[in-house]
Nanobody
Framework: VQVVESGGGLVQAGGSLRLSCAAS????????MGWYRQAPGKERELVAV???????NYADAVKGRFTISRDNAKNTVTLQMDSLKPEDTAVYYC?????????????WGQGTQVTVSS
């Protein structure tokens, strides 16, 4: 599976951005798709994930501000980011996770920069 992100950019604090992740195959074959981010000098961290069942999970830092959703027909997952803060500045990566014969496979995109100015 290949995934490609789009939608990053520069925004002022309090603004919104929408990130999209397009998968190269049906997302029904993918157990979960998620967004991670990595700020300079920090480890990559989970932002939000959506499972095949539709169940979602968010990092505490983004709950109530970010929304992850999926479009099965377009094989895409979207991260709507509202009320952005300077601390949301990071490179955001899309992840497609598959479990095949009890082995886990993580497929990463190239990342998209999100910069929130104060």
């Amino acid at each position: 599976v290949q995934v490609v992100e789009s939608g990053g950019g520069l925004v002022q604090a309090g603004g919104s951005l929408r990130l999209s992740c397009a998968a190269s195959e049906s997302i029904f074959s993918i157990n979960a798709m998620g967004w991670y981010r990595q700020a300079p000098g920090k480890e990559r961290e989970l932002v939000a994930v959506i499972a095949n069942s539709g169940t979602t999970n968010y990092a505490d830092a983004v709950k109530g501000r970010f929304t992850i959703s999926r479009d099965n027909a377009k094989n895409t997952v979207t991260l709507q980011m509202d009320s952005l803060k300077p601390e949301d500045t990071a490179v955001y990566y899309c992840n497609a996770r598959q479990f095949i014969f009890n082995a886990r496979y993580d497929n990463w995109g190239q990342g998209t920069q999100v910069t929130v100015s104060s």
